[in-house]
């Protein structure tokens, strides 16, 4: 999947939220880790094409920099809705979305922050395997911005595209535990082979993150249908 296939700008339900700046707000978190999640994948091709070059230190920066922005803006849209702007219960439902959310980007970060503070280091073998991974990873993130879009609009559409989220989990995993078999059966010394199966399990977690927003996503669908 492409980064460009993310869902974002789509315009969020008022029955949400009474006031225009909440919305507004929302929409530019969902920006943030948009792009996050983009830098994410443009950062992982590079380094698996190039190594660890100084563009690619550029780019895990720059990730830092939309999870940082993405960290600051959803704790705005905190007070804003601790301001009882929403009625309590659509409050705690946007809440703790928003703080689901917020672990796909900073799972996205530790990744290129593993790579770059441990000086990891390739094998061109494993390298196509490690990109469809994380390409498994970051469509498993576009199924959920989907369904946030869809929950924001059509609740009973959520429920659809969290079974999306579920097939895209679990062809992570299994792709997961197939480059780790390899990576042991491999003659590279145990500490390479250990900071190989880290990196696995790191972009792994995206997936498993992006999981656990859709199961909330379709408790608060279910519960919109009410």
Known sequence: MSCDNLVTGQQVAKVFWRKSSVEQRIESYMEQV?????????AIRLFLEEGRTVQFESLVDEC???ESSADDIRREIEMTLYG??????????????LETFDRVPN??????????CERIDMPEEFAADMLRLAETNVETYGFVRKGF?????NPKQTLYVVKEVEDSES???RQERNLVGRI????????????????VFGIGDIADRAENIADRMGIVAIKRRI
């Open 64 to 66: 830092h920099k939309k």
């Open 149 to 153: 879009d869809a929950l924001m609009t």
């Open 84 to 97: 009882k702007a929403l009625l309590p219960e659509s409050r705690g439902d946007i809440l703790g979305l």
């Open 34 to 42: 948009d792009e996050c999640i983009e830098v994410f994948l443009k």
């Open 184 to 199: 042991f059966d491999s003659s590279y010394t145990y500490g390479h082979k250990m900071l190989l199966k880290e990196l």
């Open 171 to 173: 062809r992570s995993d």
């Open 107 to 116: 799972a996205a970060e530790t990744v290129l922050f593993m790579i770059s």
